[in-house]
């Protein structure tokens, strides 16, 4: 996406659309949309169906600085995704219902679907807890997400990550599936999950095919 306008807009939809979805309640969870050496996020604790795009903060990725309203208090994890992960175009934070009791639990989500390893990775590893908007959780959270498409955050939720929007928005969905499989097949007996191997190649296929198609667009 290289227009700000266009990402703001983008980014105000996506925010309806997470609490239509139940991804998102109330003025919970944030998202972004990297634009060249800017990022547009939502504001800090906005009700998604009362913004318009002009409400939308852009944030210079370099230094932090900001114009408009004030931004997410998630804004420096968001930032410090795109600084490390340079293919990274997209973050959306949730607290969806079955990743939150999976994060509550602080269990790591074992590869038990093909599209969760397909598309998130091997496994979705848990931040340790830490405290909304700090340092700490941006460290802790970023460690957990190497060579993943997705974190589980401690008694918080998860973030997931996209190439684009759309890429971003399916990890949430398809991470929110995942947790509410694992959660009902530990009632069946327990869950089985694929072996490590075999998902970490999954993965690594779905990153390959993805891209070629994801340049063209």
């Known amino acids: 996406m290289n227009d700000i306008e266009q990402a703001r807009k983008a980014v105000r939809d996506m925010g309806v659309r997470l609490l239509q979805t139940g991804l998102v309640v109330g003025t919970w969870g944030n998202v ?27 944030i210079d990725v370099a230094t932090g600085a ?10 420096g994890l968001h930032l410090e995704v795109y600084r490390q992960r340079k293919e990274i175009n997209a973050v959306i934070h ?11 639990a602080r269990k790591e989500l074992p590869p038990i679907l093909d599209d969760v390893a397909q598309l998130i990775g091997p496994s979705v590893r848990v931040a340790d807890y830490a ?13 957990a997400l ?17 190439r684009d929007l759309e890429e971003a928005y399916l990890c949430c969905q398809v991470l929110e599936k995942g947790c509410k499989a694992y959660i009902e097949a530990e009632f069946l007996g327990g869950a089985k999950g694929i ?3 075999e998902a970490a ?17």
């Open 66 to 75: 900001f114009e408009g309203a004030k931004p997410s208090s998630e804004k």
């Open 146 to 162: 190497r060579g993943r498409m997705a974190a589980l955050m401690a008694n918080h939720g998860a973030i997931c990550l996209g």
């Open 94 to 104: 949730v607290h969806s219902p079955y990743t939150s009791t999976l994060a509550a």
């Open 131 to 143: 405290l909304s908007g700090t340092e700490k959780i941006v460290r802790k959270t970023m460690r």
């Open 195 to 197: 072996n490590r191997f």
């Open 201 to 217: 190649l999954m993965h690594q296929f779905f990153l390959r095919k993805y891209s070629k198609q994801w340049e063209k667009k």
């Open 32 to 58: 972004s949309v990297r634009v060249g050496e800017k990022v547009v996020i939502t504001p800090s604790g906005a009700n998604y169906d009362l913004l318009t795009e002009t409400d939308m903060p852009i």
